[in-house]
C-alpha cells in the first residue's frame, strides 16, 4: 500500500472539509454544477465514477467469470445479507432510534418520512461504488463484478415490494429511468470500455506488460476521482450540513450501526463458512454501502424534494465514502484472524 493509500482516510478528512467550505463560498457554482443531471444523475459524478471504477474493470478478464461459481457460497451469504437481513435490519434501527429515542429533538412531522428515507436507502444495495471498496483490499474482481450485476437484476423485482412492505405503501413509483440509467452509466458502459481497452493492450506486442503498466497509471487516477467526489458532494449538501447539524447526525446513527452490522454478519458468515479472504472482503462491503442514486430519486418521487425522506438518503450519501473506508481497514487488518479459521485458503 503506496503512502497515498496507506492515508486515504486522512485525505478524505480533508476532502469533506474543503467541500463544505468551497460549498459556502461559491454556492451559485455547485448548485450549477448540481442541475447538470439526467433522471436525477448527476453527471459529473458520474464522470468521477467512471475514473473510479474503470481501473478496476480493466483488471477483469471477463472468460474468467465462469470461475465464480466456486464462490458460490459467498455468493450465497451476500444475497442473505442484502436482501434477507440489511432492509429490515435497517427499518428496525430507524423506528427505534429515529421513532423513539431521537424522537423529540426532530421535527414531530418529518418522524415517518426520516424512517421511509432510510429504510429506502437499505433496499438499494451499492452498484458501482463497490468496485472501489472491492480494490482497496484487494478483493477477487470477478466476484465482485458478478455479484454486482447479480444484485441489479434483483433490484429490479425486489425494491419496490420490500420498500412498500416496510412502509405499508400500497404503491411505490420506482423511477425507473434512474435504475435503468444508472446501471447503464456505472455497470454497463464503463465495462465494455474496460473490456475494450483491455483486449487492445493485449493484443500489442508485450501486451501484459502494457497492461500492468496501465493499471499501475491508473490507480492514483482512481483515487483522486473519490477524493474530487467527496469535494462536490459536501459542496453540493454543505448549507445544509451547517443549517442542520444535529438532524443529519441524528439520522447518521443508525446508518452507521446498519453498516457495520451488515458488513461484520458478511463478513462473520463467510468466515464460517470458509470463503477466501478475497470473496469475504467484497461480500461484506456489498453488504454494507448502498445505491443512493437511486434512493434519492425515490425518496424524492415519493415524499417530495423537500421531505425529511430526501434529506435521510443524502445523509447516507454523504456519510457512506467515510464510513466504508473504516469498514475496508477493518477487513484488511483482520485478514490473517480470518484465514486462521481451517479450511480457509490463503491464497489470492
Known amino acids: 500500500m503506496n503512502l497515498f493509500e496507506r492515508y486515504l482516510t486522512l485525505w478524505v478528512g480533508i476532502c469533506i472539509v474543503v467541500g463544505i467550505g468551497l460549498g459556502q463560498l461559491f454556492p451559485e457554482l455547485f448548485q450549477f454544477v448540481g442541475r447538470i443531471e439526467i433522471a436525477h444523475i448527476n453527471l459529473p459524478v458520474a464522470v468521477l465514477v467512471w475514473l473510479m471504477i474503470i481501473p478496476m474493470l480493466i483488471k477483469i478478464d471477463l472468460r474468467q467469470l465462469k470461475g465464480v461459481r466456486e464462490h458460490w457460497r459467498g455468493v450465497g451469504v ?23 429515542v431521537f424522537r423529540e429533538y426532530l421535527p414531530a412531522e418529518q418522524i415517518d418520512s426520516y424512517i421511509a428515507g432510510l429504510v429506502i436507502l437499505a433496499a438499494a444495495p451499492c452498484t458501482a461504488m463497490v468496485f472501489v471498496w472491492s480494490n482497496l483490499m484487494r478483493g477477487e474482481p470477478h466476484f465482485t463484478l458478478s455479484q454486482v450485476a447479480l444484485n441489479d437484476v434483483i433490484m429490479v423485482f425486489a425494491f419496490a415490494p420490500i420498500v412498500a412492505l416496510l412502509l405499508g405503501l400500497s404503491e411505490i413509483h420506482i423511477p425507473w429511468d434512474t435504475l435503468i440509467l444508472s446501471v447503464l452509466l456505472y455497470i454497463v458502459v464503463p465495462l465494455i470500455i474496460a473490456s475494450l481497452w483491455r483486449r487492445h493492450l493485449l493484443a500489442r506486442d508485450n501486451g501484459e506488460a502494457r497492461l500492468q ?72 462491503l456489498i453488504g454494507a454501502s448502498n445505491f443512493f442514486e437511486l434512493a434519492v430519486a425515490t425518496a424524492i418521487a415519493l415524499f417530495g424534494f423537500e421531505s425529511g425522506a430526501a434529506l435521510a438518503t443524502v445523509v447516507g450519501v454523504l456519510i457512506e465514502v467515510p464510513v466504508m473506508l473504516i469498514a475496508v481497514r477493518v477487513v484488511n487488518n483482520t485478514r490473517d484472524w480470518y484465514e486462521r479459521r481451517e479450511g480457509i485458503s490463503a491464497e489470492i
Do not use: D
Open 213 to 284: 503498466e496501465v493499471i499501475a497509471r491508473l490507480g492514483p487516477i482512481s483515487l483522486v476521482a473519490l477524493l474530487a467526489t467527496l469535494v462536490l458532494l459536501f459542496g453540493f449538501q454543505g448549507k445544509q450540513i451547517i443549517a442542520e447539524p444535529l438532524i443529519i447526525a441524528i439520522l447518521a446513527v443508525p446508518i452507521l450501526i446498519q453498516v457495520f452490522f451488515n458488513s461484520g454478519l458478511a463478513y462473520l458468515l463467510n468466515r464460517q463458512v470458509r470463503s477466501p479472504h478475497c470473496v469475504a472482503g467484497p461480500s461484506a
Open 78 to 100: 451476500t444475497l442473505f445479507v442484502n436482501w434477507g437481513v440489511k432492509p429490515f435490519s435497517m427499518a428496525l434501527l430507524a423506528w427505534f432510534f429515529i421513532g423513539f
